[in-house]
């Protein structure tokens, strides 16, 4: 079935949950019911607290209503009409009072009248009733408002066939096995503490290693690709962000200013004026262009309460930035070679499959149609070029130019939004940024904003996900546990660690008073790569017991062997 086809099912079952409700809550105040991807929801304002229990009865009726072969009949009316409808309907209200048409559109099914643009199925009978399920509750704020009442969310999702949603239904099992946020506490990675601030994530030893062992890779990647290191602060005056058009466009994510000697002060939510700043600091030449200037820069940005999501959704968080100033001539080159850039450090990381979006000039934006026009074939130009499958979203460009996003793909096939790739002709305008050209004239550089992880703390939650916490040898923050058999061992066991320790590998030694076996399954619930058990015979033969994460048991192996087949696999990064 077309997904046209099965949205206007998933829409139609939106309406059929919501009458549903009705019928069991008595009173119940309806706000909207869209689809969404794979599925819907409906938010309502109840008369009594619902919990997951109610999920199942609420189904039920829903199937009942569906057997009853219920026709979705749309109708035209007034708003005044509308009104007199949905009195005892507030949010419906307020939703008609929105409206810029003079008319409302109303869908009937059976006795339950909703306002709705449509489209919907005839009938009910078009809905596959082993196809669908309602699957969780959630609190949303009506309108995405915090100023607004908290309405209860019941999701839902339906597919063509039976097969498909129970596909879908282990995927769902499975994305629940590997939420990060739960990882993280199981793992010991990270925690987001209320009594510190919503959205602004703790990192724990394990996982600021695990940051680390990310931030040195990226930092090695970008000296070999001919980048440069800058450090810019948190704030910036108030004055640089009016001038650099943040303030005026993007200011619902900004943070409120700060009073600072009676001026005021922004935390920043974005590193690029700061790199200009430094670029203005000389007189450039047409000789030192490209400019390639990466920074690991913490950025704040405000997210409502609703939306945030352990580190995926946050609000203070690093970007792996980087600004190319560079000629016009250069500009082809530079982006065709920032793509192959991303893609091969993604690959590194596992992630071998991704959609790629072109995304074009929104409604609001900055500078000169002509070099949007100059921008956006660029880019289209680059993906072309290396033969890559790209869509193009118009409109979702930045406002101050366009760009190409790169979503990765997760082991569970699911998309992720990281690598992102802008031109900017705007504020290389804004701040008289220029460079001698080779006529000796003073001539505007574009301006490339890329990220490649996007943000650490959002790439750090797809990686915990994507591998359900067992990274890779060369990502795990600990590589091994060296498990004496007894104490009398203890002291192989140190000298064991030192051999290892001395090839930079990452070791504990887990000598704590419980059987073997105990510390063993430990190790594997902590999603170790190996375990190296040392006694008597592995003491003997200068050996230690290998235990495989993957095989199990692989047998006795001697120290060296060990270390050349770990730092084999580390160097390989597999």
């Known amino acids: 079935m077309p997904s046209s086809e099965i949205e206007i099912i998933r829409h139609s079952l939106a309406h059929v949950l919501a009458a549903a409700v009705r019928e069991i809550f008595s009173g119940t105040k309806f706000g909207i019911g869209p689809v969404i991807e794979n599925g819907f929801y409906y938010d309502s304002d109840l008369p009594i607290p619902l919990t997951p229990e109610d999920l199942p009865k609420i189904e039920k009726k829903m199937r009942e209503l569906i057997k009853k072969n219920i026709a979705f009949e749309k109708q035209k009316i007034s708003k005044e009409e509308a009104k007199k409808l949905f009195k005892d309907q507030p949010y419906k209200l307020e939703l008609i009072n929105e409206l810029k048409e ?89 925690h987001i503490d209320e009594e510190f601030g919503a959205g602004l994530p703790l990192w724990h030893p394990k996982g600021a290693l695990l940051r680390q062992i990310i931030e040195d890779y ?42 600072i000697e009676n001026e005021k002060y922004i935390v920043k939510p974005m590193n690029c004026p700061g790199h200009i700043l430094i670029y203005k600091t000389h007189i450039r030449s047409y000789r030192d262009l490209p400019l390639r200037w990466a920074e690991l820069g913490t950025v704040y940005r405000y997210e409502r309460s609703g939306v945030l999501h352990g580190l995926t959704r946050v609000r203070g968080f690093t970007q792996d930035d980087a600004h190319t100033f560079c000629a016009p001539e250069q500009l082809g080159q530079e982006i065709d070679s920032t793509i192959k850039f991303g893609l091969k450090m993604l690959k590194t990381f596992g992630f071998k499959e991704y959609d790629i979006c072109l995304s074009t000039r929104p409604e609001k934006y900055v500078g000169a149609l002509k070099n949007w026009e100059k921008a956006t074939k660029a880019l289209e130009y680059a993906l072309k070029k290396q033969g890559l499958k790209y869509q193009v979203d118009p409109g979702e460009g930045v406002f101050y130019g366009p760009k190409i996003d790169i979503k990765i793909k997760d082991s569970l096939g699911r998309a992720w939004q990281c690598t992102t790739i802008q031109i900017d002709f705007n504020l290389p305008e804004k701040f008289a940024v220029a460079y001698v050209n080779q006529k000796g004239k003073k001539q505007q550089p574009i301006m490339i904003h890329r990220a490649l992880l996007g943000s650490l703390e959002r790439f750090t939650g797809v990686l915990i996900e994507h591998y359900a916490g067992a990274f890779p040898v060369w990502l795990s923050p600990v590589q091994a546990w060296i498990i004496p058999i007894a104490n009398r061992h203890n002291k192989y066991a140190d000298k064991v660690n030192r051999q290892l320790t001395a090839h930079n590998l990452r070791l504990e030694i887990k000598n704590e008073n419980e059987t073997v076996s105990k510390r063993i399954r430990e190790g594997e619930l902590q999603k170790i790569p190996y375990m190296l058990v040392v006694g008597d015979k592995e003491e003997k033969a200068k050996s230690v017991g290998v235990r495989d994460r993957k095989k199990g048991d692989i047998g006795m192996m001697k120290i060296e062997k060990f270390i050349e087949k770990i730092t084999k696999e580390i160097k390989n990064k597999k």
Not at 147 to 175: C, H, Q, S
Not at 231 to 259: C, V
Request: proline share 3%; hydrophobic share 35%.
């Open 102 to 190: 003079k008319e409302a559109t109303i869908y009937k099914s059976g006795d339950f009248i909703d306002l709705c643009r449509g489209p919907h199925i005839k009938s009910t009978k078009e809905i596959n009733l082993d196809a669908f399920k309602i699957t969780k509750i959630a609190g949303a704020y009506w309108q995405g408002d915090e100023k607004n009442p908290m309405l209860t969310r019941i999701y839902g999702v339906a597919f063509d066939n039976k097969k498909d949603l129970d596909n879908y239904l282990k995927n769902l099992e499975e994305a629940e096995k590997r939420d990060h946020r739960q990882l993280g506490q199981k793992l010991d990675l990270f």
């Open 218 to 259: 990226w930092i090695g990647e970008h000296l070999k690709n001919g980048y440069e290191l800058l450090r810019t602060p948190h704030i910036a005056r108030l004055g640089l962000w009016q001038k650099s058009g943040h303030w005026d466009f993007y200011r619902e994510n900004m943070y409120s200013p700060m009073d």
